[in-house]
T-cell receptor, first 108, second 117 residues
C-alpha cells in the first residue's frame, strides 16, 4: 500500500521568507500527485497536480510553485511568503487520493 | 460547474446514537467519483470510501454505511452506534476523472461531528 511522507510537520515563517515543503511517496510508481491547502475555517482547495516528472499543472493563481524532480517526490515552494499563505498543506497521491499527514504553515 | 454541499455544519450526538451526514453534489458529467474523508483533530485526512457513478449499491463497512442515490444527487454517510472516537470533521468530495485536472477533488465544507459520552 502507498505511504505518503510530508515534512516538516509544522512551520512558522516570517512574511517575505522562502518556503519549501516536501512530499515523498512509497509503495507505488508514477503516481499522480497533488498539493491541497486547507485555510483556517475553509475547505480544501487543490493547488497543483502532477502526472509525471517535470509535469506540473496549477489550479489557482498564487505566489506558490510546485516541482516534481523525481517520480515520487513533489515539492511546494515560494520565493516570498504572504500572510494569506498560512494553512494546512496536504499532499495526495493517486486516483483514490490518499493523503499525507500534512504540514501546518503559519506565516507571521 | 461541479459543487459539493454539506448543509450540516456541526452535529452533536450522544454515544450510541446513529447519525447521518448529508452530501449533495452537482455535476454535468456522467462519469465521476464520490469520496468521504474523516479529519480527526490531529489533522490528517483519512480516506473512508470511493464510489463511482455507475455503482449505486449501498456500501456497509462495520458501523459505517453509505447511501448513493443518483436521482437526488446525494451520497449520504451513516454511522451506527456512534462512539467518541468518531468525533471529527467529515468531508464529502467529488472528482472528475476525465477532466483536465486528472482527478481534481471538489470538497464540501465539511461537517463537524461531536460524539459525547
Amino acid at each position: 500500500s502507498q505511504t505518503i511522507h510530508q515534512w516538516p510537520a509544522t512551520l512558522v515563517q516570517p512574511v517575505g521568507s522562502p518556503l519549501s515543503l516536501e512530499c515523498t511517496v512509497e509503495g507505488t510508481s508514477n503516481p499522480n500527485l497533488y498539493w491541497y491547502r486547507q485555510a483556517a475555517g475553509r475547505g480544501l482547495q487543490l493547488l497543483f497536480y502532477s502526472v509525471g516528472i517535470g509535469q506540473i499543472s496549477s489550479e489557482v493563481p498564487q505566489n506558490l510553485s510546485a516541482s516534481r524532480p523525481q517520480d515520487r517526490q513533489f515539492i511546494l515552494s515560494s520565493k516570498k511568503l504572504l500572510l494569506s499563505d498560512s494553512g494546512f498543506y496536504l499532499c495526495a497521491c493517486g486516483d483514490t487520493q490518499y493523503f499525507g499527514p500534512g504540514t501546518r504553515l503559519t506565516v507571521l | 460547474a461541479q459543487k459539493v454541499t454539506q448543509a450540516q455544519t456541526e452535529i452533536s450526538v450522544v454515544e450510541k446514537e446513529d447519525v447521518t451526514l448529508d452530501c449533495v453534489y452537482e455535476t454535468r458529467d456522467t462519469t465521476y467519483y464520490l469520496f468521504w474523508y474523516k479529519q480527526p483533530p490531529s489533522g490528517e485526512l483519512v480516506f473512508l470510501i470511493r464510489r463511482n457513478s455507475f455503482d449505486e449499491q449501498n456500501e456497509i463497512s462495520g458501523r459505517y454505511s453509505w447511501n448513493f442515490q443518483k436521482s437526488t444527487s446525494s451520497f449520504n454517510f451513516t454511522i451506527t452506534a456512534s462512539q467518541v472516537v468518531d468525533s471529527a470533521v467529515y468531508f464529502c468530495a467529488l472528482s472528475d476523472p476525465y477532466g483536465g485536472s486528472q482527478g481534481n477533488l471538489i470538497f464540501g465544507k465539511g461537517t463537524k461531528l461531536s460524539v459525547k459520552p
